[in-house]
């Protein structure tokens, strides 16, 4: 593909990418996204040890997964790779920040006021609900319990999750791990969904389409109103045209290898992620020299969000592997504990090994189902109601840290020839917060009769991990504090935006998809077409 001329081009198909792409196109506009991940089905989500699990940037031909991963210098970052960018990946929380954290760093024109019909907007079209209350998880119970023994149990809250519950499950059905117990329905957007069953898939795949990702509202929307997609499309280069607009250039990804292409637009909105949006923009401005003219604030006040996680052992039942991955929080964003601004939230993961176990199950006995169906449902239904690590919590956690860190293109010392995307990250301004953060997983733990493990990756190497990575092309009100303005559009270049998690100027302390989500509604609103 390639040659064509669009109205505006979206790279990227997350919560900024797919918001704008739905809303442009809704305002008439002729939109295409480009995406690099695959577009994903059900049936073609990793579950087997040889599924496609992992994206990796230098070999995409070759790994073009689930997942990517990428390991700098004390910080590894986790993406996901897909049409639905990281909706495919995340836990399906959707928090609306308390008003506080909109008070300083932000321009001017953006506020809490400002902003929330933004973020109710998002929550309508995610369908966005708490955690029935027929249906709390032993995690949730657990959370609950800490709080209150240690002292801060008003500060225990459900949090609002894109995911769809049917009111009538509940723990005590006839196998009620069973896909069959979803409840079909179709959606605003014509598409067919179900409900939760708690099989603890949020992160791998819900194969009940229970989990409202981007490619069954958002994306569907700006189908219906003529968008392109493009799967499988790596953005490489942005380049103004003479006259106005933009050519951007892509690889694609085909059997074989990187088939290049092109397509020009008036417009051009960056949504590639912190990572990805900054890394292409530093290499337009220092390396291609296409965009030469961009702030000097590029790829600074990096932040993972203050993002850590604790795993304990307790004598009780948990059962992290049901339920939603995340469901419930303690918010200490205040800075009561310890002057740290802390959010805390009961963590779950998939049970792979389950996952594994069942298909495999299902397809050494499919030609022999109608002869062997009692002993093929029961197999099936001792793996769904097994729990391998039952007795296993992970307190989860996010926090307002420094945000100092810095993206910038280097040379690694075993490749001089080649420039990649390098991270100039200090803990030293964050310590102190990252610090409380595994004390009070620690109490935590401790109040509900737990033993709790400080990753040895924090406690000798000081070394993190995050899902939600934050800033690089952050807001100002000039190109001498930020990258872009309040709507996104890059200082200096008039048509090209950045609208993804890059533009946030500071940590949130909690997970950042709706406000992302509710900036890019509020930018698709109000940008001159």
């Known amino acids: 593909m390639g040659g064509k001329t669009y109205d505006v081009v979206v790279i990227g198909s997350g919560f900024g990418g797919a918001v704008m792409a739905a809303r442009l196109a809704e305002r008439g506009q002729k939109v295409l996204i480009l995406e690099r991940g695959r577009r994903w089905e059900t049936k073609d989500y990793p579950r087997d040890p040889d599924d496609a699990w992992l994206w990796d940037e230098r070999y995409p031909q070759t790994f073009n997964g689930w997942a990517d991963i990428q390991f700098f210098d004390d910080m590894a970052i986790a993406r996901g790779a897909g049409v639905g960018g990281g909706s495919l990946i995340y836990a399906s929380v959707s928090i609306v920040p308390p008003k506080e954290r909109f008070e300083h760093g932000w321009p001017s024109a953006i506020s809490y006021e400002e902003m929330h019909p933004y973020y109710e907007r998002v929550g309508r079209m995610l369908n966005v609900q708490t955690l029935p209350q027929n249906q709390l998880t032993k995690r949730y119970e657990l959370m609950r319990e800490a709080a209150g023994n240690n002292g801060i149990g008003e500060r225990f809250q459900p949090v609002e999750l894109a995911v769809s519950f049917n009111p009538e499950w509940h723990y005590g ?55 392109d997609v493009w799967p499988l499309h790596i953005a490489r280069k942005i380049m103004p045209l003479d006259g106005g607009g933009y050519r951007v250039d892509f690889d694609e990804i085909v059997e074989g290898g990187l088939q290049p292409g092109s397509v020009s637009a008036k417009k051009v909105v960056l949504a590639a992620g912190s990572l990805g949006s900054t890394e292409l923009l530093l290499r337009c401005r220092d390396q291609f020299k296409t965009l030469p003219n961009l702030s000097r604030r590029l790829g600074y006040n990096w932040s993972p969000n203050g993002d850590f996680i604790t795993p304990s052992v307790h004598r009780r039942e948990v059962s992290a592997s049901q339920g939603p991955t995340i469901s419930s929080a303690i918010d200490l964003l205040d800075g009561e504990y310890r002057d740290a601004k802390l959010f805390i939230e009961d963590g779950g993961f998939p049970d792979l090994l389950g996952n594994y176990l069942e298909q495999h199950i299902k397809r050494r006995w499919l030609p022999f189902r109608s002869r062997f169906g009692l002993i093929f449902n029961a197999l099936a239904r001792r793996v769904r109601a097994r729990d391998p690590l039952d007795n296993v919590m992970l307190w989860f956690g996010q926090a307002v840290d420094a945000a100092d860190g810095r993206f910038y293109l280097g040379r690694p010392w075993y490749a001089p020839w080649r420039r990649q995307l390098m991270l ?59 990258v872009v303005d309040h709507l996104g559009q890059v200082f200096g270049y008039p048509g090209l935006y950045v609208v993804d998690g890059a533009i ?26």
Not at 178 to 194: A, V
Not at 466 to 478: I, V
Not at 504 to 529: F, V
């Open 424 to 482: 100039d990250w200090d803990i030293s301004k964050s310590e102190a917060t990252m610090d409380a953060m595994a004390e009070l997983h620690k109490d935590l733990s401790y109040a509900t009769g737990g033993i709790p493990f400080i990753p040895p990756t924090w406690s000798l190497l000081k070394n993190l991990i995050t899902p939600h990575p934050l800033g690089g092309c952050g807001m100002g009100e000039t190109a001498e504090d930020g």
């Open 504 to 529: 946030l100027p500071q940590a949130l302390g909690l997970n950042p998809s709706r406000t992302i989500a509710a900036l890019a509604e509020r930018s698709a609103e109000k940008i001159a077409l």
């Open 173 to 227: 059905l006839d196998d009620p791990f069973n896909d069959n117990q979803s409840k079909s329905w179709i959606n605003d957007q014509g598409q067919q969904q179900g409900t939760c069953i708690h099989c603890g898939n949020c992160d791998a795949g819900c194969q009940v389409k229970a989990k409202n990702t981007l490619d069954l509202n958002y994306i569907p929307l700006a189908e219906q109103h003529g968008a």
